[in-house]
């Protein structure tokens, strides 16, 4: 079964607003990081935040980690259409990675 | 740098044919995953190599699935018979340490008629 589970599974909003999707796991992780996916494409890695980390940021994406409660929220503020894409967390227990099934974005201009 | 180099793009073909997927991981990247990802299932783990060894094939889902890596630079997923129920769109990844950040190709897109 997957480790990592996104929510909400779709999410639309406007330009300039911000995006805000949670993810829950179910095990210890060593890391959690975030992928966007754009259509037809392959995963590009956003941020990674180690299980020792609460929260780490990088431009306009803000990334927090509460162990006691398996989850991760990652924010996109001041989001623009380019941002349209499928989201996923991936969590670490060794040497793989265990994805979620996403979270579609769309950002309406 | 050249990222993750997977060929092909497309793929179609019909039920019992032998499928070849390719990849061409980031040169140094000791790991290479293979994913498969479709709606139902999402992204799942098939295969991954440490330095040309497969260390972990649980996710193979049979034994028409097979995966080689003959050299750090080139790497196989082949599908002998293939069935309709393979079509997805297949993923090769690469990174230089476990659980870091993974570089992926642009994936094959198999349709098996």
């Known amino acids: 079964s997957q480790q990592g589970e996104e929510d909400p599974q779709a999410l639309s909003i406007q330009e300039g607003e911000n995006a805000t999707m949670n993810c829950s796991y179910k095990t210890s992780i060593n890391n959690l990081q975030w992928y966007r996916q754009n259509s037809g494409r392959g995963l590009v890695h956003l941020i990674l935040i180690r299980s020792n980390e609460r929260e780490k940021h990088s431009g306009r994406l803000r990334v927090t980690l509460d162990t006691s409660k398996k989850s991760s929220s990652l924010l996109i503020t001041a989001s623009r259409a380019a941002d349209t894409a499928s989201y996923f967390c991936?969590?670490?227990?060794?040497?793989?990675?265990?994805f979620g099934k996403g979270i579609t974005l769309s950002v309406r201009p | 740098d050249a990222g993750v180099i997977q060929s092909p793009r497309h793929e179609v073909t019909e039920m019992g044919q032998e499928v070849t997927l390719r990849c061409k991981p980031i040169?140094?990247?000791?790991?290479l995953f293979w994913y498969r990802q479709t709606m139902m299932r999402g992204l799942e783990l098939l295969i991954y190599f440490n330095n040309n060894v497969p260390i972990d094939d649980s996710g193979m889902p049979e034994d028409r699935f097979s995966a080689k890596m003959p050299n750090a630079s080139f790497s196989t997923l082949k599908i002998q018979p293939s069935e309709p129920r393979d079509s997805a769109v297949y993923f090769c990844?690469?990174?230089?340490?476990?659980?870091?950040?993974?570089?992926f190709g642009d994936g094959t897109r198999l349709s098996i008629l």
């Open positions: 990844a690469s990174s230089p340490i476990p659980g870091q950040p993974q570089h």
């Open positions: 040169s140094g990247h000791d790991y």
């Open positions: 991936a969590t670490d227990a060794g040497s793989k990675l265990t």
